[in-house]
């Protein structure tokens, strides 16, 4: 169906575009594809080089302090 392509791409099984992350949000044209992004992202804090929380800057309009980052697909063991 759908599949990342790096941290900012979303294409679908030929390869076309059918989303991209600009300035923090994705932008599409089709809620279906919105829908997946939310199913297989999620909000996290952001952490700096040494592992320590980023906090918000009050005089920017983004929130620095919380970041999205893919889902990893958990895969069964085998026995």
């Known amino acids: 169906m759908y599949r ?31 829908d997946w992004i939310s199913e ?6 952001a952490r700096n080089s040494k592992g320590h929380y980023i906090k918000d800057d009050p005089t920017t309009p983004e929130n620095e302090a919380w970041t999205t980052k893919i889902k990893k697909k958990i895969k069964s063991k085998t026995k």
């Open 40 to 45: 297989n992202t999620e909000k996290v804090r």
């Open 4 to 34: 990342f392509e790096g941290e900012d791409m979303v294409v679908n099984s030929r390869g076309d575009v059918m989303a991209q992350k600009s300035h923090g949000e994705w932008l599409t044209k089709e809620q279906d594809v919105l």
